[in-house]
């Protein structure tokens, strides 16, 4: 028997056990428990809640730990819409500037070395567009997130320019994200899964990369005023 069975033998057989053993608890009853008692305490302790919320946001975006979308759907769920839109905006904002500034001043011979071709294309595209390329980008990430940050930081932009664009960038799809916790939070049955409001949401969250980049190419074409 190969390794590769072995290990699946092994992956199946925990998944199981897990199930047995923890399938009562992983159900839609219980996490709305868990929603209602993160309320309570955000109702009594909302300046801390939101703190530790929004600090473990920065870190969580600086650091470029995995799980920032569940976080967000997360933050949408327990702090309500505009809320957490506040929260989530300039969280994701410092953090994405604090991993700039990394790369600028701790990182820099370490990312040339490792993303000399992607920096090609990032020191192309500001020196032909400046801070509207970076504002594209953040509409429309061609990098993952945390490579923007890191790249964007071997660019002469300033570190003002590169914070206030990256936030406007952010927003519209952070707001998208956000509805979709929102409406997710709302369901009280599996049910509600398949209803209009959270169906809308997440077709937003597909057809919004779309629209941004049609508007983009639009705003690209569009003639210039002499």
Request: proline share 4%; glycine share 8%; aromatic share 12%.
């Amino acid at each position: 028997m190969s390794k590769k069975m072995i290990l699946g033998i092994v992956l199946v057989v925990t998944i199981v056990l897990l199930g047995v053993n923890f399938g009562q608890y992983l159900t839609l009853e219980n996490a709305k428990a868990q929603q209602a008692v993160l309320n309570d305490y955000i109702d009594s302790n909302f300046i801390a809640a939101a703190a530790i919320y929004f600090v473990a946001y920065v870190m969580i975006t600086a650091f470029s730990i995995p799980g920032a979308a569940v976080v967000t759907l997360l933050g949408a769920a327990l702090f309500g819409f505009w809320n957490s839109l506040l929260l989530v905006s300039f969280a994701s904002a410092i953090g994405a500037t604090l991993a700039f500034l990394s790369s600028r001043y701790l990182l820099r011979d370490w990312i040339q070395t490792k993303f000399g071709d992607k920096l090609a294309t990032i020191n192309k595209g500001v020196e032909k567009d400046g801070a509207f390329y970076l504002f594209s980008l953040r509409l429309i990430p061609v990098f993952p997130f945390f490579l923007i940050n890191l790249l964007m930081g071997l660019t002469p932009m300033s570190v003002s320019r590169y914070y206030i664009t990256s936030q406007i960038g952010m927003l519209p799809g952070t707001a998208v994200f956000l509805n979709a916790g929102t409406q997710l939070a709302e369901i009280d049955s599996l049910s509600g899964i398949v209803s209009p409001s959270v169906l809308l949401s997440f077709a937003l969250l597909g057809v919004f990369p779309i629209i941004a980049k049609w508007l983009m190419n639009k705003f690209r074409s569009a003639p210039v005023a002499e």
